[in-house]
C-alpha cells in the first residue's frame, strides 16, 4: 500500500488503531489509509499518513515494546507549534523528557524541536554554539526564546 520506498512500522500490543488515530487528530495533513482486521475483528495492521509520511501500525503483541531507540521528529518553526505538539504528544499519560523529548501515551518516542536549534547549534563560532547547547541541556520542551538569547549573548 506505501508509495514511498522507506515506511516506518511500529508494533503495538493491542493499541495500534487507537495510536494512529491519535497521531492522525494532532497533525493537520494526517489520515487513515487502511485498516486491516485481524482474527477477532480488531485492528491488525493500520496504514496511516502523519504529514503526509506514511508509517503502519501494527497489534503484534506484548513481545516487543517501543524505546527511545527509534523517535519521530517534527520540525517547527514556531513556539506556538512546539507548545501544540508537546501539550497534544504528553496528553493522557505520555511523558517528558529531555531536550526536546518525549513519550507519548503509547510509548512512542518523539523529538519537538524548533528549525532554529539546528542553525544556532551549528554556528560558526564555537561559544554562540556551545551557550545553545547549554541552554538546551537544561529544558525538557524546547524554549525558541531562551535558545535564541543564549545565542546572541555576547
Known sequence: ??????????????????????????????????????????????NFQVEGQELIALNGGPTHRLNEAFSLVVNCHTQEEVDHYWTKLIADGG???????????????????????????SDKDPQRAGRVMQAMLQMKKIDIATLERAHQKS
Open 95 to 121: 511523558t517528558e523528557s529531555m531536550c526536546g523529548w518525549l513519550k507519548d501515551k503509547f510509548g512512542l518516542s518523539w523529538q519537538i524541536v524548533p528549525v532554529q536549534l539546528g542553525r544556532f547549534l
Open 1 to 46: 500500500m506505501a508509495s514511498q520506498k522507506i515506511t516506518p512500522f511500529l508494533w503495538f500490543d493491542t493499541q495500534a488503531e487507537p495510536a494512529a488515530r491519535f497521531y492522525t487528530s494532532i497533525f493537520k495533513n494526517s489520515k487513515i489509509l487502511n485498516v486491516t482486521p485481524g482474527p477477532n475483528g480488531s485492528a491488525m495492521v493500520v
